[in-house]
């Protein structure tokens, strides 16, 4: 069986729509599915830290300085699961 999650939000060009996650329910050893899964959270995730990264400029020097730890945070755990997704082969 399927679950799926949406997540609408709106991007900052403006223009919006919908995430939906689909998790079937298939063999825990899937390795496609699971390198397939991966390899879309990268490219999303470098989506919103670029997203993230546009918004520094608007901010007070304060926040910019915690946005752009909160961005390299976020680019690190990226490598992470590009690391992850390449041990898979």
């Known amino acids: 069986m399927d679950h799926i999650h949406d997540y609408p939000h709106t991007h900052m ?7 939906e996650h ?6 825990p ?4 599915q699971t390198k397939a ?6 490219h999303h995730n470098e989506h919103h830290a670029e997203e993230l990264a546009n918004l520094l400029d608007s901010l007070p ?9 909160a961005i390299g945070t976020f680019e690190a755990a990226n490598v992470e699961l ?3 997704l390449e041990s898979l082969g």
């Open 37 to 42: 899964l991966l390899a879309y959270m990268v």
């Open 82 to 84: 590009q690391d992850v």
């Open 13 to 19: 060009d403006g223009h919006s729509h919908d995430h």
């Open 29 to 32: 050893n899937d390795i496609e």
């Open 61 to 69: 020097e304060k926040a910019q300085k915690r946005l752009s730890m």
């Open 22 to 27: 689909t998790h079937p329910q298939s063999a």
